[in-house]
Nanobody
Framework: QVQLVESGGGLVQPGGSLRLSCAAS????????IGWFRQAPGKEREGVSC????????YYADSVKGRFTLSRDNAKNTMYLQMNNLKPEDTAVYYC????????????????WGQGTQVTVSS
């Protein structure tokens, strides 16, 4: 059974940090493109960061460049999103996803999704 399980969301003050984790089971994450998406209230889901399995190239949305880092630990079959210098506009439900090896960072290219974890940035 293919499954992605997220953890690590929560409430943090502006300027703080959080690390989201996404553990995969039922398949080997190393062979797939991975990504993190987010959806804020009243907005469409958007790609935050994605990495292809083919060349390990990594995409970051302009809004998170220099603050967020996507990584994967193949030994643990887990992906991470390290989020630093968080801003109120980062508040959203964050979803991890896995897709075909050459996926671009768009929803349609990812077939497996986590359940979502809430990140709230507020003082």
């Amino acid at each position: 059974q293919v499954q992605l399980v997220e953890s690590g969301g929560g409430l943090v003050q502006p300027g703080g940090s959080l690390r989201l984790s996404c553990a995969a089971s039922g398949f080997t994450l190393d062979y797939y493109a991975i990504g993190w998406f987010r959806q804020a209230p009243g907005k469409e889901r958007e790609g935050v960061s994605c990495s292809r399995s083919s060349d390990r190239s990594t995409y970051y949305a302009d809004s998170v460049k220099g603050r967020f880092t996507l990584s994967r630990d193949n030994a643990k079959n887990t992906m991470y999103l390290q989020m630093n210098n968080l801003k109120p506009e980062d508040t959203a439900v964050y979803y991890c996803a896995a897709g075909a090896a050459g996926s671009s960072c768009v929803e349609a290219d990812f077939g497996s999704w986590g359940q979502g974890t809430q990140v709230t940035v507020s003082s």
